[in-house]
Structure formats: C-alpha cells, structure tokens
C-alpha cells in the first residue's frame, strides 16, 4: 500500500518532489494572500462592537493555527523518524521548525496588539497565551537542540524526541479556552453548523487561512530543500546539481 511513498525516503527523490511542489505551494500563496487580504481587510464590513480593530483576525488567527499546523507535521515526521529511522523525516523537522516558530510569533504579536485595546493591556496570562507562548519556547529549543550538534544524525534524532515531548501542549492550547475560564474568545470558525461570524466576514479569514497553510508549505519546501543540500552537500548528486546550477548562472551573465 505504502510502496509508492518508499522511494521519497532517497534524499535526492525528496529533493525533486520539493521542487516540483514548490510552484505550485507559491501560486496558491499568492493568489490567495491577495484575494484575502484585500477582501478582509477593505471590503469586509467592520464589527459592530470592535470597529475595524476586528480585521487583524484575518492575520492572527491563520498564524494561530499554522503555528499548530506546523507542529502537528513536525511530531509525525519525528514519529516516523523514531519509528522507522527514515532521515528524511528528520529533515522535516529540522525544516519546519523556523517556520512554525515565526507564525508562532506573528499569532503572540498580533494578539498582543489585539488585546491592547479590546483587554486594556498588550498582556495577560490568559491560558490560551500562555500555552501559545510555551510554544514558541519549544519550538526554539527545538531548534537550539538540533544545531547543538554537530553530528547531525543524532542532532535529528534528539530533536524529534523534544519533538514529541512538546506534543502535550497542542490540545492544552487548543482547549484552553474550553477547560478554563479565559479572556480569550471561544471557537469562531469551528461551529461550522453555525458559526460565529458572519458569512461576509468568515470567507476572507478561510481564504487567508489557505494563504497561511500554503505559505507554510512555500516555506517549509524551501528550508527542506536547503536541509537535503547542506546535509548530503558530499553526495555526487548534489555536486553535479551545484555544477549545473552555477553553470546556468555563467551561461546567463554571457
């Protein structure tokens, strides 16, 4: 069943499947990082109680979850990458990491910013930004951990161990707002029966959510593509793709 995926375990295979994913992952982040933005943030209506302050939902909560998102691929790939000893998973780990931690970022700033005139402080130890906070540590030791090592085989494999260890926080952050009493707004978009925003105002936000997943994708291909180079930089493949690459660049300066 799974026969079709064996060969992507070849750095060199994963590295042409990257490349041909990549075009494709930077169109949709495009296209839909402009239909979004511009729909949420100028032609959608402003909230009746928050005024336009409301429209930075359209970037901190599509960088909420991508920063979940982003976690969530990494404790797979560090599970396969236990389980099964295949390296390209903990190259995927390894590639993810940065991302996941700047969309972690992003979520902490904006909802800052957000609560600073919706709360009256830029924060407080609300469980939700708390736990999202824990997160972002994680993910910085993750990556303080794995270039801790020189040897990068064992920097991968101790890495995906953090990895998993980190893993109890996602469900606390994602129902925080549901086991304690917060300040943080309950679930908006997930009662798709009936949800809490308005039509006109909830399809930008899926809109910039797809922008957001896709922009992880754009970036985590990138930085994956990079981590197979520097970690199999001795390989002959790659040597001839180096050639290739500067020998295109030679061609093109003439």
């Given at each position: 069943m799974w026969k079709w995926l064996h060969p992507y375990a070849k750095p060199e295979r994963s590295y042409q499947l990257a490349g041909k994913l990549l075009?494709?992952?930077?169109?949709?982040?495009?296209?839909?990082?402009?239909?979004?933005?511009?729909?949420?943030?100028?032609?959608?209506?402003?909230?009746?109680?928050?005024?336009?302050?409301?429209?930075?939902?359209?970037?901190?909560?599509?960088a909420a979850m991508m920063a979940m998102a982003a976690y969530s691929t990494m404790a797979i790939a560090a599970f396969i990458a236990l389980v099964w000893q295949i390296r390209m998973a903990e190259m995927t780990v390894a590639a993810t990491a940065p991302v996941g931690a700047v969309f972690t970022f992003i979520a902490l700033f904006t909802g800052?910013?957000?609560?600073?005139?919706?709360?009256g402080a830029w924060w407080v130890w609300d469980a939700r930004l708390t736990s999202e906070l824990i997160l972002l540590f994680v993910y910085l030791g993750i990556i303080a951990l794995y270039n801790a090592?020189?040897?990068k085989v064992l920097a991968g494999r101790a890495a995906s161990i953090?990895?998993?260890?980190?893993?109890?926080?996602?469900?606390?952050?994602?129902?925080?707002?549901?086991?304690?009493?917060?300040?943080?707004?309950?679930a908006t978009i997930s009662k798709f029966e009936k949800p809490s925003m308005a039509p006109e105002m909830l399809w930008p936000l899926i809109i910039m959510i797809v922008a957001?997943?896709?922009?992880?994708?754009t970036l985590t291909l990138m930085r994956f593509r990079n981590e197979i180079l520097a970690r199999e930089n001795h390989r002959p493949w790659?040597?001839?793709?180096?050639?290739?690459?500067?020998?295109?660049?030679?061609?093109g300066e003439k």
């Open positions: 075009p494709w992952f930077t169109a949709l982040t495009v296209i839909t990082f402009v239909v979004g933005s511009v729909w949420g943030l100028v032609f959608a209506p402003a909230d009746y109680q928050q005024g336009d302050s409301f429209r930075i939902i359209y970037i901190h909560v599509p800052a910013a957000w609560g600073k005139p919706m709360w090592f020189s040897d953090l990895t998993l260890v980190g893993v109890i926080n996602l469900p606390i952050i994602h129902y925080s707002v549901v086991w304690w009493n917060t300040l943080h707004q309950g957001f997943g896709a922009f992880l994708g790659v040597t001839a793709l180096i050639t290739d690459i500067n020998m295109q660049k030679l061609t």
